[in-house]
């Protein structure tokens, strides 16, 4: 039963280029959420998705990054014109559905991708 | 905006001790309050949660208790062993039922054998 997949683990770019961050859910989950950890920092709300469906992207920068969740295959994180700023570990995480009134679902995150801007 | 707020950054205890953690949170709409445990260069693990219809919840050495009025949640570790060392990170439903988790700054715990 694998857990949250993402990849690469590690993404080293030069400024000025593109970073694309790939998540797998949980199998049978449906819902992505992405996080971004800043170095001795917690976890920042970027979007929520699910399948070809941006539910909330209130915590992603307006400019240079973009998320999409397809019909098919893995959620991807985009990020463009990479700025050393930009340096950090992105979570992805999944749970089965989606609040509608009663409870919450459980979020499972992956192992993380780690950013570096040189 | 919704705000989490963690208390102590750091805590240093012995082990055997007991570890308390609290957080507070500011959108009196929130219902679940999960905490998770994160080793160093590891994922987010969650290890206990309480939602809003309970007011203390436990699992084996570790529980959490809730008080909505005062809008606060406290992490309690007995028994504190070296390998409960690692940041410890409370988080609270955001504003609109969404699954946004706002996420408290982190207490990193220290458990000295």
């Known amino acids: 039963n694998a857990g949250v997949m993402q990849n690469p683990r590690h993404l080293v770019r030069r400024r000025g280029q593109e970073a694309r961050l790939r998540c797998s859910p949980m199998?049978?989950?449906?819902?992505v959420y992405w996080y971004r950890q800043l170095p001795e920092e917690g976890l920042k709300f970027m979007v929520y998705l699910q399948k070809e469906n941006i539910i909330d992207e209130s915590g992603m920068p307006k400019e240079r990054f973009s998320a999409e969740f397809p019909k098919e295959g893995p959620s991807i994180l985009r990020i463009q014109q990479v700025v050393r700023g930009d340096s950090a570990a992105y979570f992805c995480a999944s749970s089965p559905r989606s609040v509608s009134g009663g409870a919450a679902d459980t979020q499972y995150f992956g192992p993380g991708t780690r950013l570096t801007v040189l | 905006g919704e705000n989490v707020e963690q208390h102590p950054s750091t805590l240093s205890v012995q082990e055997g001790d007991s570890a308390v953690i609290k957080c507070t949170y500011s959108?009196?709409?929130?219902?679940?309050f999960p905490w998770y445990k994160q080793e160093l260069g590891k994922r987010p693990q969650l290890i206990i949660d309480?939602?809003?219809?309970?007011g203390e919840k436990k699992d084996q050495r570790i529980a959490v208790t809730l008080n909505k009025t005062a809008k606060h949640f406290s992490l309690h570790i007995t028994e504190t062993q070296p390998e409960d060392s690692a940041v410890y990170f409370c988080?609270?439903?955001?504003?609109?039922?969404?699954?946004?988790?706002?996420f408290g700054a982190g207490t990193r715990l220290a458990v000295h054998p």
């Open positions: 959108d009196s709409a929130s219902n679940y």
């Open positions: 309480i939602r809003s219809n309970v």
């Open positions: 199998k049978g989950h449906s819902h």
């Open positions: 988080a609270a439903l955001g504003y609109g039922g969404y699954n946004k988790l706002i």
